[in-house]
Nanobody
Framework: QVQLVESGGGLVQPGGSLRLSCAAS?????MGWYRQAPGTQRELVAT???????NYADSVKGRFTISRDNAKNTVYLQMNSLKPEDTAVYYC???????????WGQGTQVTVSS
């Protein structure tokens, strides 16, 4: 059973920064971050594919950076220049194998407000 443990959410003012962390219980084929604001569908924020490439939502390019520590099975999301529209619950996502189902973390709230 895959476990994903997230941390790092919180309240920040517009223009501020936060870093999210997601630690997996083992080595994953792919890992990344999604988010869901109230009344909206969950959307991709940033991911590492199985080949190690990164994908970013257009809305976060240039502001967010995804990185990882393979030794710790951990992926990070550095979020800079945060905007109120970044407010959402952020979920860690992982696949253990290319053909396996998605695993999700419990979610961490990010609120950008003055």
């Amino acid at each position: 059973q895959v476990q994903l443990v997230e941390s790092g959410g919180g309240l920040v003012q517009p223009g501020g920064s936060l870093r999210l962390s997601c630690a997996a219980s083992g080595r994953m084929f792919s890992m990344g971050w999604y988010r869901q604001a109230p009344g909206t569908q969950r959307e991709l924020v940033a991911t590492f594919t199985g080949s190690g490439r990164t994908n970013y939502a257009d809305s976060v390019k240039g502001r967010f950076t995804i990185s990882r520590d393979n030794a710790k099975n951990t992926v990070y999301l550095q979020m800079n220049s945060l905007k109120p529209e970044d407010t959402a619950v952020y979920y860690c996502n992982a696949k253990k194998y290319s053909w396996s189902s998605d695993y999700w973390g419990q979610g961490t709230q990010v609120t950008v407000s003055s």
